[in-house]
Structure formats: C-alpha cells, structure tokens
C-alpha cells in the first residue's frame, strides 16, 4: 500500500539577477533581471506505507525542497503528488509557533494543525512536557525560547501526534547527545509500529541506523533508489 507516490515532479524558483551597477540594471530587460532556477527536475517516487527512506545529496540538491512539497509547504510547478495518511513535519525549528504564545499555548496550537483535538492533547499534554524536558519554561513565551528549546517542544508535538507519515529534515542537528539519542530512539518506535519515515540528513550513520531505502539527488535531478547500503557505497564513493 503507498503511502506517497511523486509522479513527475518538479520544480522551479525565479531569483532575481541585481547587477552592481544601477545602469546595468536600468538596461535590463525583464527577462534579463529574473533568472530560472530549477530546484527539482522530474522526480517520480513510490513510497510504500512503514517503509524508512533516506534521502541524500550534496548541499543545494533539493532535498528539503522535496519534503517542503510533500509537506504542502511549497507547491510543485510541474506534476504531482499524493500522500496517504496524517503527516507529520519536522522541517524548520518552530515553524508555525505564534512568538508571543507561551509554549504551553503553542503546543495546543500545533497539535490542532496536525489534527489532534483539545481532549487528545489534554490527555498527552504531560508526556509532551515530559519529552521535551522544558517544564519550567512551558509558560513563558516561545520568543524567550533557545533554538534547543524550539526544537525540543516542535519535535515532542510532532511525534505525540502518531502520525502515519512522518517528515524530517535536519532537525536533529540541534539538542544535545542525550536528547539526540531520545529522538532517534523514538524515531526507532515510530519505524517499529509501521510509520512511514522520510528523513533527510548529512548524518551517515543516521540514516543507515533509521532507512532501509535511500534515494540520492544531485542538481535536483534523482542519481539512484535503492537498498541503503549499496546507495550510500556509490554516494561515498563520488564524494570522494
């Protein structure tokens, strides 16, 4: 059964070109000032449900773009897209906290966007709180907050939710070991009771410890999809 399939997907973003002189610019034509940069180019992907998928690349290879789409954070400009299932994002540190909301108020905020009601987040307010390990700060605005602390109480919401899929995008490079090892465990759970994972991450080792499946891209285009150790021998072996 799938959980998200990608049929000829791509993207494109226009940058504008700023010369350094202002006669330059004045010469320009429209044309000229906007460039075309295409973030993704004809990514086709079948994500079967309870399936843990990794995906890597060099900096600028449209990984994040990638999850952003699926997440309906961004928008494909060519083909299309369906996911099966309540998702669940990891994505930006805090994205959609309401700065002045204590953390409290925050948690009951996210948690409604991810489609869980008053009363299911009263009865898992406590374990949140507890995860996050920020209970003396959960009523002081989230504007206080550290990028820890963010990211503490966004991950602790987002995996309280259950959620059929889950995304994740670097958001374990902030915290501290211990936290760190709390999130990957919980991450271990999710995978073990068939939540569909897609992970993006520099983290060798994480993604060979959380994904069975690795997909690589390059200039947004898709290098190889495959089992994860033979993925991540030809991707190590182009780096170097």
Known sequence: MEAIRVEALSKKFVLNNRPKMLKDWILMND???KKEFWALKNININIHKGESVGIIGRNGSGKSTLLKIISKILYPTLGSIETFGNVSSLLEL???FKQDFTGRENVYLNASILGMNKQEVDKKFQSILEFSEIEEFIDQPVRTYSSGMYMRLAYSV???SNPDILLIDEILSVGDSKFKKKCIDKIMELKSIGTTILLVSHSDSMVQRVCDRLIWLDKG??????ISEDVMAKYSEKMI
Do not use: Y
């Open 94 to 96: 805090g994205a959609g």
């Open 31 to 33: 044309r000229q000032k």
């Open 221 to 226: 285009e898709m290098v190889m999809d495959g």
């Open 158 to 160: 987002a995996v309280s």
